[in-house]
């Protein structure tokens, strides 16, 4: 049988039903707000004291301690100790959540030589001694990764019949601000590397490599990397760099957020800086800026004053990051050592960049 009472009306409240509807419609065409977090970063080569290539211009075998003599004691000169200091307040006066440091060396000395051991008295450790510096202005920065490239020793003549090993150990370091998270430190040697040929038959494999760290600054996660290419020569050396680039494009460039920082001795107009920006995008440029923010370079002697001629120091992204302003530091004569000398033969470059969650 057929229930023929009338069916009750479900009455709902105007003001519920479109509430309802709104509700709905937002959902459908509305993205929640992106959250973004401005991070600062500095790239800085702390430069080695001297021109250690000067050793392979040597005509005789006999010339090799004498030259390395003198490579050292213009290492000594240029007083890393007193440049820290003024290093140290450059980072002071910018508090970078990460720093990529270049030419972070380790100098070790033998005495009397003995060429069939390696060196193992430290004379000189960059790190530990930036470090000291930081920890001297309330500064609290750790070692996130690092990567040793080079590490060569040759003998330095004290006199005719005297001579003492140095060993000298490069390293490119990154620092992170205590308060900064970072985990899956890595580090690397470039597959491409230049051979150096000494008179006396040596080869001397200059090693170069690259280190990084997944960071995160307050919600937002990227990469950051830290290198330091192989010099050009004048542009004999591209093809080694543009190798080196493409090792770091290889590693880095489907990641989805990085920051690449570094010496790396190629600026706009080089082949190997046109590979660079294939992939990653260089901070200064996208700016705009008519400031041509160089950076390389200051006299051997740092007690020295010289024009800084080309930008090869450089910060640059990839993903979903847009700089807001870079800037170019240690060529103010005010931020010299009591001494009078440069923080550096390179300058620095600080950039600050909003990176999206």
Same mark, same amino acid.
Do not use: K
């Given at each position: 049988?057929?229930?023929?009472?009338?069916?009750?009306?479900?009455?709902?409240?105007?003001?519920?039903?479109?509430?309802?509807?709104?509700?709905?419609?937002?959902?459908?065409?509305?993205?929640?707000?992106?959250?973004?977090?401005?991070?600062?970063?500095?790239?800085?080569?702390?430069?080695?004291?001297?021109?250690?290539?000067?050793?392979?211009?040597?005509?005789?075998?006999?010339?090799?301690?004498?030259?390395? &003599?003198?490579?050292?004691?213009?290492?000594?000169?240029?007083?890393?100790?007193?440049?820290?200091?003024?290093?140290? &307040?450059?980072?002071?006066?910018?508090?970078?959540?990460?720093?990529?440091?270049?030419?972070?060396?380790?100098?070790?000395?033998?005495?009397?030589?003995?060429?069939?051991?390696?060196?193992?008295?430290?004379?000189?450790?960059?790190?530990?001694?930036?470090?000291?510096?930081?920890?001297?202005?309330?500064?609290?920065?750790?070692?996130?990764?690092?990567?040793?490239?080079?590490?060569?020793?040759?003998?330095?003549?004290?006199?005719?019949?005297?001579?003492?090993?140095?060993?000298?150990?490069?390293?490119?370091?990154?620092?992170?601000?205590?308060?900064?998270?970072?985990?899956?430190?890595?580090?690397?040697?470039?597959?491409?590397?230049?051979?150096?040929?000494?008179?006396?038959?040596?080869?001397?494999?200059?090693?170069?490599?690259?280190?990084?760290?997944?960071?995160?600054?307050?919600?937002?996660?990227?990469?950051?990397?830290?290198?330091?290419?192989?010099?050009?020569?004048?542009?004999?050396?591209? &093809?080694?760099?543009?190798?080196?680039?493409?090792?770091?494009?290889?590693?880095?460039?489907?990641?989805?957020?990085?920051?690449?920082?570094?010496?790396?001795?190629?600026?706009?107009?080089?082949?190997?800086?046109?590979?660079?920006?294939?992939?990653?995008?260089?901070?200064?440029?996208?700016?705009?800026?008519?400031?041509?923010?160089?950076?390389?370079?200051?006299?051997?002697?740092?007690?020295?004053?010289?024009?800084?001629?080309?930008?090869?120091?450089?910060?640059?992204?990839?993903?979903?990051?847009?700089?807001?302003?870079?800037?170019?530091?240690?060529?103010?004569?005010?931020?010299?050592?009591?001494?009078?000398?440069?923080?550096?033969?390179?300058?620095?470059?600080?950039?600050?960049?909003?990176?999206?969650?």
């Amino acid at each position: 049988m057929t229930d023929s009472r009338p069916r009750p009306w479900i009455r709902t409240p105007l003001f519920l039903l479109v509430g309802t509807l709104l509700l709905a419609a937002c959902g459908e065409t509305t993205t929640p707000p992106t959250e973004t977090t401005d991070v600062t970063v500095m790239t800085r080569n702390l430069y080695l004291g001297a021109d250690i290539f000067r050793v392979t211009q040597a005509t005789a075998p006999e010339e090799i301690p004498a030259i390395v &003599a003198e490579i050292f004691q213009i290492m000594e000169m240029n007083d890393f100790p007193a440049r820290a200091g003024a290093l140290a &307040a450059e980072i002071e006066a910018h508090e970078p959540h990460l720093i990529g440091l270049q030419e972070v060396e380790l100098y070790r000395i033998q005495d009397p030589s003995d060429m069939s051991t390696p060196a193992t008295d430290v004379y000189l450790d960059f790190l530990e001694v930036l470090m000291d510096s930081l920890q001297v202005r309330g500064l609290q920065y750790q070692v996130a990764s690092q990567v040793v490239n080079a590490d060569v020793q040759m003998p330095a003549a004290r006199s005719p019949t005297e001579f003492f090993d140095v060993r000298m150990t490069d390293r490119d370091v990154i620092l992170a601000r205590a308060d900064v998270a970072t985990r899956n430190p890595g580090a690397q040697g470039f597959q491409a590397i230049v051979p150096f040929e000494l008179v006396t038959g040596d080869t001397i494999w200059f090693e170069r490599g690259y280190t990084w760290v997944d960071a995160t600054v307050d919600g937002a996660d990227f990469t950051f990397v830290n290198t330091h290419l192989e010099v050009s020569a004048g542009g004999e050396l591209h &093809a080694i760099q543009s190798f080196q680039i493409l090792e770091l494009i290889q590693q880095f460039g489907q990641r989805a957020q990085v920051v690449l920082v570094g010496d790396l001795n190629t600026g706009p107009g080089d082949e190997p800086y046109e590979l660079l920006t294939g992939t990653f995008t260089d901070a200064w440029t996208a700016l705009d800026t008519t400031d041509p923010g160089l950076t390389c370079c200051f006299p051997e002697l740092l007690n020295l004053t010289g024009d800084l001629y080309s930008r090869i120091d450089l910060i640059l992204y990839s993903g979903t990051v847009a700089p807001l302003s870079a800037e170019v530091v240690g060529t103010d004569p005010a931020g010299r050592t009591p001494g009078g000398l440069w923080p550096s033969d390179h300058a620095g470059v600080v950039a600050n960049l909003r990176i999206q969650h």
